[in-house]
């Protein structure tokens, strides 16, 4: 259940509850692509930088190490040791990313695994299967994601086969919500708005889903390459069409600007690997913009990576000790880039919960924006 609490303009302040815990919106969900945050981040490290939502993919759990195996040791909450929400993806996206790999029809998506090559086959049924095995907080439903560059005709006969299987999705999921051997019996279905960058098409399609009377609505389709006034624009058609009263998410995206931007637009829920990629290769989010801990300037910079900060990184350790980290092509390094990312995110979320409570996120934005974009500290 959706509750809204505050709204400061078209920002919304809410709460949602599920079966693993209360979720407080807008929230950042941090990318755990294979049950895990790459760079060696554990569940303890997740609880300790405020995490609330774990997600999850599908695709590569059902490929590796199997959704039947983590069903048989009780379910992803039990396999990876984490008792917040979690949600999982549907395997959609893989229909895009895998594009020389797969064959798409009426029935769902011919794959062959990007591991072995063995051949797969994934509808919407079979997506539920696997994330009703899974056992995750939320699912998505099984949809394309078509490139942005596709004719009209394409997106349109897309966007109404994503329709049809957002509707077998749903049957699927109660189906499998009332199976006895059926680990979570409250698991979420939400439902994905597409039409890549004609608000025409994503409006119709956005009326349609809408009256499915689903748990949650995602925007998917952007930032797979169209410019941020593309994504902004459709943001800001779209999400009026979207039941107010519900969570809606917009789903790989993206940086702190873009963040910001959709939760002025409207936006409760956000996932990105940036986070966690850009602190693999020593790029760390601060509030006077991004930094590469490689520059050589860092050297004898015996400065946390940012005043005031309260991430393990920041907490304890120097600038130039983490260069040398990652120079030295040591995990810690990395590791501790992550956390510090991981934790600006999720700090930033709290910050933008409070100034939409306190009806001052106008200002908040404007103000993070600003030091965001000044760039680099010297």
Known sequence: MYQLIKKDG???RGRFHTVHGVIET???MNVGTAAAIKGAVSTDDLQNIKTQVQLSNTYHLHVRPGDEVVKKLGGLHKFMTWDKPILTDSGGFQVFSLAGLRKIKEEGVYFHSHIDGRKIFMGPEQSMQIQSNLAS???MAFDECPSSVASTEYIQASVDRTTRWLERCKTEMARLNGLPDTINQNQMLFGIN???????IRIEHAKR???MDLDGYAIGGLAVGESHEDMYRIIEAVVPYLPEEKPT???GVGTPANILEAVERGVDFFDCVYPSRNGRHGHVYTNHGKMNLFNAKFELDDRTIEEGCGCPACRSYSRAYIRHLLKAKEMLGM???VLHNL???NHMMEEIRSAIEEERFDAYKKQKLDGMERGEEI
């Open 249 to 251: 998410y917009l789903m």
């Open 335 to 337: 590791r501790l880039c």
């Open 10 to 12: 078209s920002a919304k």
């Open 26 to 28: 807008p929230v950042f």
């Open 137 to 139: 907080t939320i699912a």
């Open 343 to 345: 934790y600006f995110y």
């Open 194 to 200: 597409q039409g890549a960058i004609y608000e025409d």
């Open 209 to 211: 889903i809408a009256d």
